[in-house]
């Protein structure tokens, strides 16, 4: 079992910046890939960023690319979503997920066995 707690979320002008932290616990936390998803009122939950076990591969939703970094620490047992030059359309709740795997990140929602309870980030224009 991993247990996972976003935090950080807010709400910040538009051309500002969010860090998002990802904080786990649980069993082998290094072991395992994690996704950061958002969704909006309506909308699908979707994939904006992910990280192999290691750190060593990461990939991102093509409308974030440039904007937000991922990191992890594995000695904190946290991720991260660094996120700059905001744009109202980046509001969502944002969520952080993981799963027992060591290949390259995966985008899809289904892939995912944990999941936080997720953080707001809401940016105004």
């Known amino acids: 079992q991993v247990q996972l707690v976003e935090s950080g979320g807010g709400l910040v002008q538009a051309g500002g910046s969010l860090r998002l932290s990802c904080a786990a616990s649980?069993?082998?936390?290094?072991?395992?890939?994690v996704g950061w998803f958002r969704q909006a009122p309506g909308q699908e939950r979707d994939f904006v960023a992910g990280?192999?076990?290691?750190?060593?591969?990461?990939h991102y939703a093509d409308s974030v690319r440039g904007r937000f970094t991922i990191s992890r620490d594995n000695a904190k047992n946290t991720v991260y979503l660094q996120m700059n030059s905001l744009a109202p359309e980046d509001t969502a709740v944002y969520y952080c997920?993981?799963?027992?795997?060591?290949?390259?990140?995966?985008?899809?929602?289904?892939?995912?066995?944990?999941w936080g309870q997720g953080t707001q980030v809401t940016v105004s224009s």
């Open positions: 649980g069993r082998r936390f290094s072991n395992y890939a």
């Open positions: 990280i192999s076990w290691s750190g060593g591969s990461t």
């Open positions: 997920a993981a799963e027992l795997w060591l290949g390259v990140p995966r985008i899809e929602v289904t892939t995912y066995d944990y």
